[in-house]
């Protein structure tokens, strides 16, 4: 199994799969508006504006598990993000990204590419994984890692 084999919804509510991101690089992060690491959101965004020609997607999820920093519905948050962020790379539906509700994409990706000592839990909003155009992960990145510190990283597998 890879990313590609993960059902997501759109923040429309659409149903559909990884998969159209075969070939691309992919930056999957999970994403709050009300966090005070929010304005990576800006960081995100240039790399989308940068890369996206190259082969680059950078590709959001909003969560609500962290002290309640993204209460609000899929379009208030997409909306949110347009307005004060200037975001246009895609949004999915908001989800859980740990615990027993955690998505089976977060799963996937933390059974497979665990954090500091091992951990293999979210800690925070912003958590970032990179993946190659095969869908293999290559690299998970904190929280407080600026998206500018991960350019580089990108670079190499474009």
């Known amino acids: 199994m890879n990313v590609y084999d993960y059902p997501v919804h759109t923040n ?8 159209k991101y075969k070939g ?5 992060v999970n994403t709050a508006t009300k966090c005070g ?15 996206a020609e190259r082969g680059l997607a950078v590709v959001g999820f909003p969560c609500n598990q962290f002290l309640n920093q993204e209460p609000g519905t899929d379009s208030e948050i997409s909306s949110t993000c347009q307005l004060n962020f200037g975001v246009t790379f895609p949004l999915y539906a908001k989800i859980d990204v740990k615990g027993k509700s955690a ?13 500091l000592f091992g951990s293999k839990a979210i800690k925070w909003n912003f958590t ?18 600026p998206p500018e510190k991960i350019e580089s990283y990108i670079q190499k597998l474009l």
Do not use: C, M, W
């Open 37 to 51: 690491l929010a304005p990576q959101f800006g960081g995100l965004q240039q790399l989308h504006e940068k890369y």
């Open 103 to 115: 998505h089976p994409l977060y799963r996937y990706l933390t059974k497979e590419s665990p954090g």
């Open 12 to 19: 429309h509510g659409k149903e559909e799969n990884l998969s």
């Open 128 to 145: 970032k994984f990179l993946i190659d155009r095969e869908g293999r992960i290559v690299k998970r990145f904190a929280p407080t890692v």
């Open 24 to 28: 691309q690089v992919l930056l999957i």
